[in-house]
């Protein structure tokens, strides 16, 4: 089991940045990958970028590619989501996940994570 506490959400206008940190807290966190999604309101989550569990791998959609980066540092039990040039569209709830279960599905699809944040909002202002 681990546990997982998202933080850094906020108000922002659009072109503004954001740090979110997820600290995570019971197992080794170093033999989890994580990853960020996020859900607007009447949408589905959707994924927003991962990393690896030694952090040397990263992926991420198109919809934020070159404005966000996905970090981590297993030292410090935590992994972060750098927001640069965001835009009211980047407006959701950001949830953390951790160690998905390629027999659930893909590292981009929600189910296959096993453990989740309780979310931290995030709103752009245009």
């Known amino acids: 089991q681990v546990q997982l506490v998202e933080s850094g959400g906020g108000l922002v206008q659009a072109g503004g940045s954001l740090r979110l940190s997820c600290a995570a807290s019971?197992?080794?966190?170093?033999?989890?990958?994580m990853a960020w999604f996020r859900q607007a309101p009447g949408k589905e989550r959707e994924f927003v970028a991962a990393?690896?569990?030694?952090?040397?791998?990263?992926y991420w959609p198109d919809s934020v590619k070159d404005r966000f980066t996905i970090s981590r540092d297993n030292a410090k039990n935590t992994v972060y989501l750098q927001m640069n040039s965001l835009k009211p569209e980047d407006t959701a709830v950001y949830y953390c996940?951790?160690?998905?279960?390629?027999?659930?599905?893909?590292?981009?699809?929600?189910?296959?994570?096993?453990?989740w944040g309780q979310g931290t909002h995030v709103t752009v202002s245009s």
């Open positions: 990393i690896s569990r030694s952090g040397e791998t990263t």
């Open positions: 019971g197992r080794t966190f170093s033999i989890y990958a």
């Open positions: 996940a951790a160690d998905p279960d390629f027999r659930k599905g893909t590292r981009y699809s929600a189910p296959a994570y096993n453990f």
